[in-house]
């Protein structure tokens, strides 16, 4: 018989199962690289996976909200994904073609085409790039030197593009560059950040003082700053912190960049397929970008990244850009089904809603706990800065951050069984990335779970405060029916 965990509903397995998971943990550690970052917070083995849920090798089960890392828009194990990857198996079709053309990855690019701006679509190319986004940011930077004859780049603080040469030179990570040969040809430039503004003003004003600092740079024959071969963005910051741009500032810098002829690179791996209300985050500003780095949740929880971009910019020469495993069709298979789902479905709509109501309960949270120093997102994309209430403010309000609390929060949460992510500066940020196909039990359990999770890791401001709004434990099993028809489930 199951022994009953120090969590309220929630069951471990029989000791022997609990074991193999440990074994099984061990020798991650003992094997694997210094490098691994999520097997250090989350020492989960898992061994099935439903929708949001997630089972252990130790019989409990966790409501996931890191998702992959966003890659996996319909959850885990979706029937429409796992029918795509089965009919392309056991129709004989060759897993491995390169380059090569296959209605396979014709289904994909119609269906990702059907969903792309029409200004981007109607004129547009793809590159099949290999199996991780990094690589298609690499191939985005390459092309604007290629098609431009520039060298130099325009990225922002807080930037996230991947751990390759000029992924990462973009990369606004300090400790991660610190590991790579600097690259001269980036210029940094400060991205609107509302709660730690650059400028010490927030709001519309702080970024209109990034724009206008932009264009300076830019015009100045002083400036020290050489016309870039493209400017490259997140229309939301993932790993940043989760920081949406304002949609002005967004216009703006499609209106420098247009006016200046320099080609806007809009890296929609993290934001795309729905995750932040709209199909691609830059609907929501409305402006075209020249290109388009994709990843993630195009794959349908399989290895996919493209870039898709005006065509006046191929400018490659044929291998130009190639790799071994650029033609993954089950990856194309399980994306077109993601894609068409989530389009049919209109689950960007229900994760506007949904992200909505999330915002709101945490910004009741927030008023209960000063350790909240903000709460942000764009659709089911969504952070939460903690911050050290011990120490002293800047000059506009905003405390410092709080990493060893956000440590906590995230322990705390993992013992109720929700799994989130930390991210944003100095990791003090709380992310949240459910599937799109979340229900809105699923939703409530989730802020139970993390309210819960910062009354306990925040244990002087929970006694003196009244704690969480809402605080409940709710145990996973209680989550069954739930998870039998996920939102959106055919």
């Known amino acids: 018989m199951a022994a009953t965990s120090s969590v309220p509903g929630q069951l471990t397995a029989p000791a022997e199962d609990f074991g193999a998971g440990e074994a099984i943990l061990r020798r991650q550690a003992q094997r694997e690289s210094a490098a691994r970052t999520y097997a250090r917070s989350l020492p989960v083995v898992p061994v099935r996976a439903r929708g949001m849920t997630i089972e252990g090798a130790d019989g409990r089960r966790y409501l996931d909200c890191l998702s992959g890392a966003g890659t996996l ?32 990855k014709d289904d994909f690019t119609t269906a990702l085409f059907e969903t792309l701006p029409p200004a981007l679509a109607d004129h547009g190319r793809i590159q099949f790039c290999g199996p991780a986004g990094t690589d298609a940011v690499e191939a985005a930077i390459k092309l604007a030197r290629i098609a431009t004859g520039r060298t130099g780049l325009l990225a922002f603080s807080g930037a996230y593009h991947g751990m390759t040469a000029a992924a990462l030179a973009a990369t606004g990570d300090t400790d991660a560059r610190a590991t790579a040969e600097a690259d001269a040809r980036v210029t940094r430039l400060p991205y609107p950040y509302d709660y730690r503004c650059p400028f010490g003003t927030g709001g519309e004003r ?6 206008r600092l932009t264009a300076s740079l830019l015009d100045d024959p002083k400036g020290g700053v050489q016309q870039p071969a493209a400017m ?17 500032w ?16 809009a890296d929609e791996v993290q934001t795309g397929v729905g995750r932040t209300g709209t199909f691609w985050a830059v609907e929501r500003s409305g402006i075209v970008p020249d290109v388009m780095v994709l990843s993630k949740a195009i794959g349908g929880s399989l290895p996919l990244a493209v870039i898709v971009y005006r065509e006046e910019l191929d400018a490659w020469h044929p291998g130009a850009h190639a790799g071994t495993f650029r033609g993954n069709q089950l990856a194309m298979a399980a994306g077109t089904a993601t894609i068409r789902y989530v389009a049919r479905n209109a689950l960007h709509e229900r994760a506007e809603e949904v992200g909505s109501r999330i915002l709101r309960r945490l910004r009741g949270l927030a ?21 050290d209430t011990g120490a002293e403010p800047d000059d506009r309000g905003a405390l410092p ?27 003090s940020v709380v992310r949240l990335l459910p599937p799109l196909t979340i229900t809105d039990e699923q939703a409530e359990a989730v802020l139970d779970r993390l309210s819960d999770a910062v009354a306990a890791a925040d244990v002087p401001d929970a006694g003196s ?16 029916a739930g998870e039998a028809q996920p939102a959106g489930t055919p």
């Open 73 to 104: 828009a319909l959850g885990h194990n979706h029937p429409v994904v796992l029918e795509a990857v089965r009919r392309v198996l056991d129709s004989g079709a060759p897993l491995h073609v390169l380059d090569l053309a296959t209605p396979v």
């Open 401 to 427: 951050a709080a990493p060893r609390l956000a440590a906590r929060v995230q322990q705390e949460a993992l013992r109720r069984g929700l799994i989130i992510e930390l991210g944003g500066r100095h990791s």
């Open 250 to 265: 967004l216009r703006r810098m499609r209106e420098i960049t247009a006016a200046r002829g320099i080609p806007l690179i």
């Open 465 to 480: 405060r009244g704690g969480p709004i809402g605080g409940r434990a709710r145990g996973i099993d209680t989550l069954r």
């Open 232 to 248: 490259l963005l997140e229309p939301v910051q993932g790993e940043g912190g989760v920081i949406p741009a304002p949609d002005s």
């Open 367 to 387: 008023a209960h706990h000063a350790c909240i120093g903000d709460v942000r997102g764009r659709g089911l994309m969504i952070g939460v800065e903690l911050v």
């Open 206 to 211: 702080g970024a209109e003082l990034s724009a």
